[in-house]
């Protein structure tokens, strides 16, 4: 989750732990639950073998989709959860990361086949995510796959942020729906 978050949930996790607080521990236990978009129910792991090579976090978002209150969000997430309201009732890839040694061997674009199967699922028209403009291995990825730049939010640096620049909301519709 955190490479797919860029370094964020480790940075909230860090956080919300505090000082003598473990923040793997209390990541894990913000997933445990079976309620919200973070849950472990809405995650798709991608094994070869016994060995985990990517996860794919995502979920259809309400429609509408109210994001308020925004001032009591951190101040680096305000941007995302801006991008996000958006894009209300697609189907939402909150994170998708392949392991780095991984990487280029097609476990992303299986995983992201994996969300475009959930969201035809899910009744979804349009899928969205949101990447750092940076990220250019992502961006030719989601390029490839379709989607298309919609908006932009200023990024707003963190402890350990490795981008400066934008994040920018890319869309697609869902494949086989009429229109895509």
């Known amino acids: 989750m955190d490479i797919a978050g ?5 940075y909230l996790w860090r956080e919300s732990a505090g000082r003598d607080g473990d923040p793997l521990e209390f990541g ?20 070869i073998g016994d060995e985990v090579v990517g996860m794919l976090l995502g979920y259809r978002l309400p429609d509408p989709h109210d994001v308020e209150p925004l001032s009591e969000a951190p101040a680096v997430v305000r941007p995302l959860l801006e991008l996000e309201a958006l894009a209300p009732g697609s189907w939402y890839v909150n994170a998708v990361a392949a392991d780095p040694a991984w990487r ?16 035809a699922g899910s009744g979804a028209d349009s899928l969205s995510l949101i990447v750092a403009e940076e990220n250019r291995g992502a961006r030719w990825l989601y390029d490839r796959l379709g989607f298309a730049d919609l908006a932009r939010r200023p990024l707003l640096p963190w402890s350990g942020c490795r981008h400066s620049g934008d994040w920018v909301l890319m869309t697609k519709p869902v494949p086989g729906l009429p229109g895509a």
Request: aromatic fraction near 4%; glycine fraction near 20%; avoid cysteine.
């Open 6 to 10: 860029e370094g964020i949930p480790m």
């Open 28 to 47: 894990a236990g913000a997933v445990s639950g079976t309620e919200g978009g973070f849950s472990y129910v809405n995650a798709h792991v991608a094994e």
């Open 104 to 119: 280029g061997r097609g476990v992303g674009s299986a995983l992201m086949q994996r969300a475009e199967e959930a969201a």
